[in-house]
DNA sequence: AGATTGGTTTAGGCAAAACTAAACTTTTAA
DNA sequence: TTAAAAGTTTAGTTTTGCCTAAACCAATCT
């Protein structure tokens, strides 16, 4: 009585993955050096020069020895396609489950390898074939066009500015944990009170009158508008 | 402006997860010999060998050489766990995704490796706390219970019997689409006609009075009730 | 231009997870 | 109670994906 198996035909491995989106994140486009991609894939460069190699075997990339790694536009189809669904599992755990803004990346992280074609439209048709994800960043469509980007950073802004927070970066746990020790979330309201000329460092008054600084590192992941 | 990287702590992978759910729906309490364990996985015995001397280190079964394999109380509660998810999966596949019945196996089959416990408990009070999947299976309980076993093989009731069938067995993609073509689905109910005392074949009538005819394989995975 | 430095690639290892072929137990049959 | 058959383990390879150390290229500074 032994039970047939199952057939899971993985058409890529996680690793493969996670290098076609880092080299989306961080290149689009253009070329991307070892170093970068490495500091990204929290690898060291010998490591990533192997897997460019086999990268380029599924033509997925294009790489220049000593020069950069560039996505084929096969490579850019499937990036896309990750970050689609990235950006779909975590609108269905804030929208669906309830999670907070800042728990979801990680758990994203590992739906974002379940490949189901069929899976994930059912899923955008489920939450309602949403453009933004909770962190206001676009969800590419099933084509691979993507909604408009939301905001500008909070540098670009001046003095006695009003703004709303529209979007921030997937910049990882620290980043979540510190918006919301700070209190931002997406939809919040501030007036730039000042900036630092020393260290590009912003002053912000929330709606309540409090003012508070942000690092650099943090105004350049939060992007807003002007009201 | 580099990113930082997010932290996947993953403590088991999908190969060793898949191994304890193989020993659990072979064994359970009983050791499973090699063999079995190696058509089950779809594996050459050598592999298999290796596998469980690594699952053996992490105490996760107790191997005795030319014996069997048997899980440790460890992998027992990992087995139930991996369970839970599979099967909720299936559930929030069926319930909210509109998939049918026999689409959703292989899809939870990844599904399942997702490691995150608050999304599993956050899953299940989003579907209602079921404690039966879409195929009738018993959804195993956070502290690793087991709801009630629904219903008996068909070979177990007698002839002019009549039944409603409450569980299939997930034994894939094929019995599943030879379930869809028969229209057999959860909650069917059918009177005995006949039972073949050469090959244990049944003969069941539809309510419609539809007859037809369910090779053992077939009927040694569909359990029914009395009514 | 020549030398130093930083980034990249090559060389050589290691662990997981699969395989085949060969050796070795255990079971079954003569 | 041996001998054959069946099942399991060992030995040796392969691929993926990571590592360190050493060699190598390219940019920069004197
Ligand atoms: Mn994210
Ligand atoms: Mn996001
Ligand atoms: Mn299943
Ligand atoms: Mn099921």
């Known amino acids: 009585m032994p039970k047939p198996i199952s057939s899971q035909v993985k058409t890529h ?3 493969e993955e996670n ?3 880092a080299l989306y994140h961080l290149g689009g486009e253009k070329a991307v050096n070892n170093g970068a991609l490495a500091h990204r894939i929290g690898a060291k460069g010998p490591s990533v020069t192997q897997a460019v190699k086999r990268l380029a075997n599924k033509n997925l990339v294009e790489a ?3 020069k950069g790694v560039k996505l084929t536009e096969k490579g850019t189809a499937l990036a896309t396609h990750i970050l689609r669904k990235h ?3 975590e609108t269905f755990l804030v929208e669906k489950l309830g999670f907070g803004w800042e728990e979801v990346h990680d758990i994203a992280e590992q739906l974002e390898h379940v490949q189901s074609p069929e899976m994930v439209e059912k899923l955008a048709k489920y939450l309602g074939s949403p453009i933004h994800d909770p962190h206001g960043d676009p969800i590419p469509q099933p084509n691979g066009a993507i909604p408009p980007i939301l905001g500008k950073p909070l540098q670009q802004f ?3 500015d009003t703004l709303r927070v529209v979007r921030v970066e997937d910049a990882g746990t620290d980043f979540f944990t510190q918006l919301q020790v700070l209190n931002i979330t997406l939809g919040s ?3 730039l009170a000042s900036i630092s000329s020393f260290d590009s460092s912003i002053q912000l008054r929330g709606a ?3 003012l508070f600084w942000l690092s650099h590192s943090m105004s350049s992941n939060i992007y807003v508008i002007s009201l």
């Open 19 to 21: 290098y076609i989106k």
């Open 158 to 160: 001046a003095t006695s």
């Open 13 to 15: 491995t996680e690793s």
């Open 87 to 89: 950006r779909l599992w």
């Open 64 to 66: 220049i020895p000593y």
């Open 208 to 210: 309540d009158g409090t």
């Open 189 to 191: 309201e501030f007036t």
